[in-house]
């Protein structure tokens, strides 16, 4: 089975949180990648999700370092929408 992998950025304006981390991570873009699998025995070409991860900086492990964090498309939405109910309120 083949699986199909896209990636997105996405920016926060501010520092941001996202559950299941402890530490919140600084403004900034990061990249968003998530893998589907097609779904069998459909008449028409269908996917499910079957993973997403946020790539995070590694500050200790210098630049160009990052971690592949797994992540539901529901907390990046909520974190994302934080973002911007924060930036229009301050």
């Not at 069998?40 to 160009?64: D, H, N, W």
Request: no cysteine; charged share 20%; proline share 7%.
């Amino acid at each position: 089975m083949s699986v199909r992998t896209t990636s997105k950025t996405i920016t926060f304006a501010r520092p941001f949180s996202l559950a299941g981390l402890e530490e919140s991570q600084p403004a900034g873009t990061y990249t968003i990648q998530t893998d589907e699998e097609p779904i069998e025995g459909l008449s028409f070409l269908a996917y499910r999700r079957v993973a997403t991860v946020i790539f995070l900086p590694l500050v200790q492990s210098g630049p160009g370092s990052f971690q592949a964090i797994s992540v539901t498309p529901e907390a990046l939405d909520a974190a994302q929408a934080r973002d911007v109910s924060e930036s229009h309120d301050g």
